[in-house]
């Protein structure tokens, strides 16, 4: 790639593949939408506390690097934001669902190992066993304008090697290998993730609600 993107903007990128596949019914996604996912405080690492001001910067950014778009309804003329890593007109980051749904764990949680990767990625696309999880990982690494992923040093302690992604540039493994070694996700893990995931979903649902009813309210006025 020829130009990196700020931690802000990758987590843009995350949210909204995430919300795309999670909530389709209120994608593309408003400002206020989208604060809310990126601030989200389960399943992000690290958890942000962006504002407003943050996340219009950095959108800025990402449209003139056409990798989101604006979108607009018929009937509802606030501008509403779209990532751009599937069916472009190019052939550039023309990711498929299996690639995005890899880049969305890593752009949402950090380096993860293959099975990390497999388990979290499932709301996106269900990855059928770790080979599958690998040969999209070694499609990413290998891909002519890329790497867009890399393996990172094996950490002191675990058995696993982590990916990260390289729209950032090349990680600092000094700070992402950390001294931490975490445990396997549990099955009590998976379903709180699960859960919270759910309820953002049904926070971003009635947002779209509550955004209907103005509009139909003001056929009244």
Known sequence: MNFTNSPIEVRILGCLIEKEATTPDVYPLTLNSLLTACNQKSSREPVM??????????LDSLIDKTLVSTWKSDHNR???Y???????????????????AVLCVLFLRG????????TRSSRIHEFENLEAVADVLKSLEQNPDGPYVKMLARQEGRKEPRFA?????????????????????????????ALELRVNELQ?????????????MKQFE
Do not use: W, Y
Not at 49 to 58: I, K, Q, R, Y
Not at 166 to 191: K, Y
């Open 82 to 100: 779209q990532h751009k890593l599937r069916h472009r007109v190019s052939d550039k980051f023309n990711f498929s669902l299996p690639e995005l």
């Open 204 to 216: 971003s649902e009635l947002e779209a609600l509550a955004q209907r009813l103005e509009q139909f």
């Open 165 to 193: 992604h390289l729209f950032s540039g090349e990680p600092d493994e000094s700070t992402t290998a950390g001294s931490r070694i975490e445990s396997p996700i549990s099955g009590d893990e998976t379903r709180v993730d």
């Open 49 to 58: 506390e962006l504002g407003s001001d943050d996340l219009v910067t950095a």
């Open 111 to 118: 380096p993860q190992t293959i099975g990390e990767i497999r």
């Open 78 to 80: 606030m501008a509403k």
